[in-house]
């Protein structure tokens, strides 16, 4: 018996009165999506995978260590989109403003200023310099009274009203985990995205041009395919490494000369 087909299927919920709940999708695609939403762990897991990563694209008011919103003197600014000189709030630098620094603090609330920090201070590069042990330095909420005295024995922060929340702890730089954690995981999936978006693109433009001039065409193409593919990977991201400062753009070039020939 043959496979039931997209008009079949169409034509079956159309007589049985089913109403389509998503008319942009075919009757086997909204098929296809029900057999997903049966299996609840895969179904929770894309909706949490999705939440975290809509959390990630707003790391800057989530985790930064600059304020989302200052008012001063009636004057409102915003430094996680432009920098702020330390004369804006009546000071004497023209530097960009440490609106960690208690100076700083002082002179806004002297202005009858305040401050909207983001719910993480840290930035994933900041360092705690007010720490109350040596790095890496345990989640804060973890810290015991034990710990607290030993912060004082040993010239340390003491653990006061000051002392600014690692929620999970630093790492051996004095680096907030958590606000790397958050910067990480945007920035692995968005690499993985761009990634997979180019790769398809010149893969099947690759294969598209070998299928319709055909001949020596295709035939060349397989031939360099067959060369490159055997060009080892790691060794020429060792080198790159070795070489120059890699950062997501190097990275990437490299990987997407590679993966493209897999989807040809």
């Known amino acids: 018996m043959d496979a039931p087909t997209d008009t079949t299927i169409t034509e079956a919920v159309a007589a049985q009165g089913i109403p389509r709940l998503r008319p942009w999708l075919s ?15 895969g179904f929770w897991s894309l909706w949490i995978f999705l939440a975290l990563f809509s959390i990630s694209l ?15 003197k009636g004057q409102f600014y915003m430094p996680i989109f432009k920098a702020h000189p330390e004369t804006a709030f009546g000071g004497i630098f023209e530097t ?7 100076a700083v603090k002082a002179m806004i609330a002297d202005g009858g200023g305040w401050v909207l920090w983001p719910p993480i201070r840290f930035s994933y590069n900041t360092q705690n310099k007010t720490p109350p042990m040596a790095f890496p330095v345990k989640p804060t909420w973890l810290l015991t009274d034990e710990d607290c005295k030993l ?7 003491p653990c006061d009203a000051d002392l600014e929340w690692n929620w999970l702890g630093t790492d051996d730089q004095g680096r907030d985990v958590i606000a790397r954690v958050i910067y990480g995981f945007r920035i692995s999936v968005l690499f993985g995205l761009v990634l997979t978006l180019f790769s398809s693109l010149i893969g099947v433009g690759a294969g598209a041009i070998q299928g319709y001039f055909g001949g020596w065409t295709d035939l060349l ?7 490159w593919t055997s060009v080892p990977q790691l060794y020429l991201l060792i080198i790159v490494a070795a070489v120059i400062e890699p950062n997501f753009w ?8 590679f993966s493209w020939v897999a989807l040809v």
């Open 250 to 257: 190097i990275l990437l070039g490299i990987l997407l000369a």
């Open 221 to 227: 193409f397989q031939r360099f395919i067959e060369i």
């Open 151 to 157: 912060a004082v024995e040993r010239g340390f922060h």
């Open 58 to 72: 707003l790391a800057e008011f989530i985790a930064n260590d600059k304020p989302i919103l200052v008012e001063y």
């Open 27 to 41: 009757a086997l695609q909204r098929r296809r999506w029900e057999t997903f939403k049966a299996n609840r762990r």
């Open 96 to 102: 960009e403003a440490d609106y960690r620094d208690p």
